[in-house]
């Protein structure tokens, strides 16, 4: 017989490690989901820290509930712990890392029979949800959510604990305790908001009915060694689950164009090397391998240090993405002390022009420099990203991307070495609150060529391996990043169509439905620099002038210099 939702929920239970004592329960039963199955979700840092502070809160009781495996869909949703129902808890909080999960909010509350649509509910739990993904643009799933939380939630989740608890005592209602908990600085409640389109489909107008002005600041933790943000749950079933994870910095210095996470984390926060180094012996005691995750891990201040005190320990520093000019030779020592058999390296794009105009502040001899150290200390194998579709892209850039490569794998062969090197590629969709958010994406059928083009180019080296996302992927993507409210309605449909969102894609480009939109228009259109976005009712701390500016710099080619947090003053962040 096939195993039941309850068996592999004790399974799994039975096999994590907890490396944090939760408070004993509470009077107050919270939810925690991960949208995603279980595997997934347990390798998540930041729902990992949730879940310790909702859990060590001693008022609370909380319990996880996932995504059910492939071969469990259909099953109701209940949690991971007891097996209860999810409607039956007070609060059901989603922690959102990726728009591409939006789909599986959806079928979450529907599997648990909890209407998704707030309107349609009536009552029920309330349904908070925070999350990177909800940083950006919170707007496609807005009209889910009786509350969203917008920012890091170190400080941010205790406040909303301290307000929902003391509303709820004084025995107000489920409206007077909505009411208390939407007060928090950086809570976001969509019901006080009402959006107004133009006949083109663009925003005409956004109306806000309630306290203050309706902007929302998102939340940031000026100093990250007040709190150790690192593996909380040991799940060796989870993605990663032979690593102990370390959370090593937030943000990027570097300021790439199309990329969120150097804007949205602005300014770049690191934590201290002590503090490092603690979390890494911590982590040596329960797995032999440290990941250190961060946006960009060579420019971590003392990462050479940290890899060398990994390794004196007999264990293995395994970073995540790494600047190819930064990558010092002492770190790539380190790292092949630590016998890593592959390291990541973003060059991004194959042309110094390309790389120019997305700001990467990286040249193709530093690059090559990097692939010496790194293949000359032991380094087996190179993990390479690329994006494909930029803005202003010409043949000759995509051509360089193959160029670039075999390059790089001549690095190899002067080792002696058998050439291993893997390619990621994925077609460039912008994103909100970087200066690319205003571009349109590149037509599906260009990118294919371009896609088929670079797959022949380097079909012929040996070695070489081409992992390339679908454009369908990337529009679909974009549309979650790029899109307003109307995209709820564009998931429900989806899921109405057991997930068959291409097809539901290709229907809304034919003919909308009355209260919905062309896919087309948040995908393969360029928004005006005076146009009202779905997510400016955010506030990042960032000067939408200064992204505009940094648009037009990336059209003439022209390079910014990295963050200095101590004098620059330009971008608002600081």
Request: charged share 25%.
């Amino acid at each position: 017989m096939p195993e039941s939702p309850r068996e592999r929920a004790r399974e799994r239970r039975a096999k994590e490690r907890f490396l944090f004592t939760p408070s004993g329960g509470g009077d107050v039963s919270i939810c925690l989901v991960y949208p995603n199955t279980y595997p997934v979700g347990m390798a998540n840092l930041g729902f990992q820290s949730v879940f310790e502070i909702f859990s060590c809160h001693p008022r609370v009781h909380c319990e996880r509930a996932f995504l059910p495996d492939t071969d469990q869909r259909g099953t109701e949703v209940r949690t991971l712990e007891s097996g209860r129902r999810l409607r039956d808890f007070e609060i059901v909080a989603f922690s959102i890392s990726f728009e591409t999960d939006y789909l599986h909010v959806v079928e979450i509350l529907a599997g648990a029979g909890i209407p998704p649509l707030r309107a349609a509910r009536g009552g029920g739990p309330l349904l908070l949800c925070g999350g990177p993904a909800t940083f950006l643009n919170p707007e496609p799933i807005a009209d889910y959510f009786d509350l969203v939380l917008i920012g890091e939630g170190e400080e941010m989740i205790p406040e909303f604990l301290t307000e929902y608890v003391t509303a709820r005592d004084r025995g107000g209602r489920r409206d007077g305790v909505l009411d208390a908990v939407a007060e928090v600085a950086g809570a976001y409640r969509p019901d006080r908001y009402a959006v107004d389109y133009a006949p083109d489909g663009t925003i005409a107008s956004v109306s806000y009915h309630g306290p203050g002005s309706g902007v929302v600041t998102r939340r940031l933790v000026e100093n990250l060694d007040r709190f150790t943000t690192a593996s909380k749950v040991l799940a060796p079933e989870a993605v990663f689950g032979d690593m102990y994870l370390v959370e090593a910095s937030r943000g990027c210095e570097w300021g790439c164009r199309f990329c969120a996470a150097g804007y949205m984390y602005r300014p770049i926060r690191h934590r201290s090397l002590e503090t490092l180094q603690a979390a890494a012996a911590e982590g040596l005691a329960h797995r032999a391998t440290v990941g250190l995750v961060g946006a960009e891990m060579a420019s971590v201040p003392g990462v050479a240090e940290l890899c060398e005190f990994v390794a004196d320990r007999g264990g293995r520093a395994s970073p995540s993405s790494l600047k190819a000019d930064v990558i010092t030779g002492r770190l790539a020592r380190a790292l092949g002390r630590s016998a890593n058999q592959s390291v990541t390296i973003a060059p991004e794009a194959g042309s110094e022009r390309m790389r120019r105009v997305i700001n990467k502040n990286l040249t193709e001899p530093e690059i090559l420099r990097a692939a010496d150290w790194l293949v000359g200390a032991g380094v087996r194998a190179l993990k390479l990203y690329f994006m494909i579709g930029l803005p202003t892209e010409t043949p000759d850039d995509v051509a360089a991307i193959g160029d670039l490569t075999r390059r790089i794998g001549e690095r190899f062969q002067r080792e002696g070495r058998v050439q291993q090197i893997k390619l990621s590629v994925n077609p460039f969709g912008p994103k909100p609150w970087t200066p690319f958010q205003w571009e349109a994406m590149e037509d599906r059928r260009s990118l294919k060529a371009k896609i088929a083009g670079l797959r022949r180019d380097l079909g012929r080296s040996r070695g070489v391996e081409v992992d390339v996302e679908s454009p369908r992927e990337a529009y679909y993507a974009t549309v979650l990043s790029r899109g307003d409210r109307r995209v709820s309605r564009l998931l429900l449909a989806i899921h109405a169509a057991d997930g068959d969102w291409w097809r539901v894609l290709e229907a809304w480009r034919r003919a909308a439905p009355p209260d919905g939109v062309d896919p087309d228009l948040f995908v393969h259109r360029s928004y005006a620099v005076d146009e009202i976005l779905p997510w400016d009712f955010l506030d990042h701390n960032l000067h939408k002038r200064f992204l505009w500016v940094e648009r037009e710099r990336a059209r003439a080619e022209r390079q910014t210099a990295p963050c200095d947090v101590t004098t620059c003053r330009v971008c608002g962040a600081c």
